[in-house]
């Protein structure tokens, strides 16, 4: 029989771990998926079986339970680990840092001694654009690009996180480390059986959009027109989520083939900018919709505009974003619309 490629998906419930695991078992990897449900649910989980036609392997886990976690290791040959599981709400990790701190870096710990204790050697770690600040001036960002102080616990995690990847690879263990900084993911499945679950009211842009437009929420406010941009909005590289999928497959790939210890990081988005503006015009588009949305004030923390170089991607792991803007758009509509009909 051949032998089963197990990859390790903690997180592997949630939005961009659930579109991930379906890329993996279409590239012929087995996930064993831990998740504890904080920031998604089972129904997920059938979602991904519904796309994939075939049962998953699952654990209900939480990452920082360290003896829960090494049982995992007993039980499956792992070969490789990709780490999701972390809160990531940006302002609740304002108001409750020790929960950031103790799940987001204690889980990833716990990960890394089970893959030290248990020789895998690949581990994927999923980091955030969050970890360079407000890129003042210049609005892409390569890999080298300086950081700035995290204006977050949660971006603190992010790049506590790829410190702690990075010591624990220099100091000499058998490690191969990718660390993909994540832009922004929108969109769904196109299936629209899996999508992003927001937890409550819908923090990031495009679940707001989502909600407001089925009349879930009343209205969206665009939180700030004058900015030093084009049209006056804040601009970003969102991402579909099944292109930022298929990114930790190449990255996976990539790691399986190096044969010494590494620690790579590596943008994750399309290379291009879009504005707040421009988000709900293409979803006006391609819903048919009118959005029902005012102008308000800026949110604090929001950073101008800041999207990705993406070389490093093509060059190293050879991944580039196949999906547009229009694709994601008309994915995430046709999630939310499957959600609340279902
Ligand atoms: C995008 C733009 C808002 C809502 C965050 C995290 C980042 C990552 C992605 C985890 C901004 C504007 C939003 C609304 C609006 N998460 N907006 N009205 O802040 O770029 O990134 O989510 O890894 O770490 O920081 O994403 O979707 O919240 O905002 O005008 O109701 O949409 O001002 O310009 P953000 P976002």
Redesign the pocket.
């Known amino acids: 029989m051949e032998e089963k490629n197990y990859i390790l998906v903690t997180g592997g419930a949630g939005f961009i771990g659930s579109h991930t695991v379906v890329e993996l078992i279409k590239n012929g990897k087995t996930p064993v998926i831990i998740d504890d449900f904080r920031n998604s649910s089972r129904e997920m989980l059938n979602g991904i079986e519904k796309i994939v036609g075939s049962e998953l392997i699952f654990h209900n886990i939480d990452v920082s339970n360290k003896n829960d976690l090494a049982a995992i290791f007993t039980k499956y040959s792992i070969n490789g680990i990709i780490h999701f599981a972390a809160d ?1 709400a ?1 302002g609740e990790s304002v108001n409750n840092p020790l929960k950031y701190y103790k799940n987001n870096i204690g889980g990833l710990i716990n990960c890394l001694e089970c893959a030290l204790e248990f020789n895998v050697e690949n581990f994927l770690f ?1 980091s ?3 970890v360079y600040g407000d890129p003042e001036g210049s609005t892409t960002v390569t890999e080298e690009s300086p950081q700035q102080d995290a204006n ?1 616990p ?2 603190a995690t ?1 790049q506590m996180g790829e410190r702690i990847l990075s010591d624990v690879v220099k100091s000499g263990v058998n490690l191969k480390v990718l660390n993909l900084r ?5 969109g769904a499945h196109e299936s629209g059986l899996i999508g992003e679950l927001p937890i409550g009211r ?5 679940p ?2 989502t909600q407001t437009a089925i009349g879930i929420l009343e209205k ?5 027109n004058t900015y030093n941009t084009p049209d006056g ?4 590289d969102y991402i579909h989520v099944v292109d930022l999928a298929d990114a930790h497959v190449s990255g996976l790939d990539w790691l399986e083939k190096q044969s010494n210890s590494t620690f790579e990081i590596v943008n994750v988005g399309t290379g291009r900018g879009t504005s ?1 503006l421009e ?1 709900i015009h293409t979803f006006e588009k391609v819903s048919g919709k009118q959005l029902n949305w005012e102008f ?1 004030v ?2 604090i ?3 101008e505009q ?1 999207f990705a170089d993406v070389t490093k991607a093509k060059n190293l792991i050879h991944w580039d974003a196949k999906k547009s803007m229009e694709d994601a758009v008309r994915d995430a509509w046709n999630w939310e619309q499957k959600l609340r009909n279902d």
């Open positions: 990531k940006v999923s955030s654009c969050t977050s949660y971006g992010k994540y832009f922004n993911p929108i819908p923090n990031n842009l495009l707001y959009v969206l406010t665009v939180f700030g909005t804040c601009i970003r707040v988000i308000g800026k949110r923390g929001d950073v800041i």
